[in-house]
């Protein structure tokens, strides 16, 4: 499974931004999607995750700002991040989950994209 995301920039705190991860490779509507996030520094974060039939889970620091959404038609997973603070400010990254466990540790995945930087300004 290949993954390019796509989406980061630059934007003003309070603003909005989507992601996307496009998927290869694979069936992707058996995949669970994982989203995670790294500053320097820091070791890196869940984010949230979307298995197969569609359930989503977030970390609690995202949690009713940000939504995870699926295309299977278009092999491709969305991250769409609202109200946005200036601590969202990182590298994401979108992973695969070929067991689709629905764990939130990175170590379930095993799938990695490349990562898309996003900067919130304050």
């Known amino acids: 499974v290949q993954l390019q995301a796509s989406g980061g920039g630059l934007v003003q705190a309070g603003g909005s931004l989507r992601l996307s991860c496009a998927a290869s490779?694979?069936?992707?509507?058996?995949?669970?999607m994982g989203w995670f996030r790294q500053t320097p520094g820091k070791e890196r974060e869940f984010v949230g995750l979307?298995?197969?039939?569609?359930?989503?889970k977030y970390a609690d620091s995202v949690k009713g700002r940000f939504t995870i959404s699926r295309d299977n038609a278009k092999n491709t997973v969305y991250l769409q991040m609202n109200s946005l603070k200036p601590e969202d400010t990182a590298i994401y990254y979108c992973?695969?989950?070929?067991?689709?466990?629905?764990?939130?540790?990175?170590?379930?995945?095993?799938?990695w994209g490349q990562g898309t930087l996003v900067t919130v300004s304050s």
């Open positions: 992973a695969a989950d070929r067991d689709s466990s629905g764990n939130s540790r990175e170590a379930w995945y095993d799938y």
């Open positions: 490779g694979r069936t992707f509507s058996t995949l669970a």
């Open positions: 979307i298995m197969s039939g569609g359930s989503t």
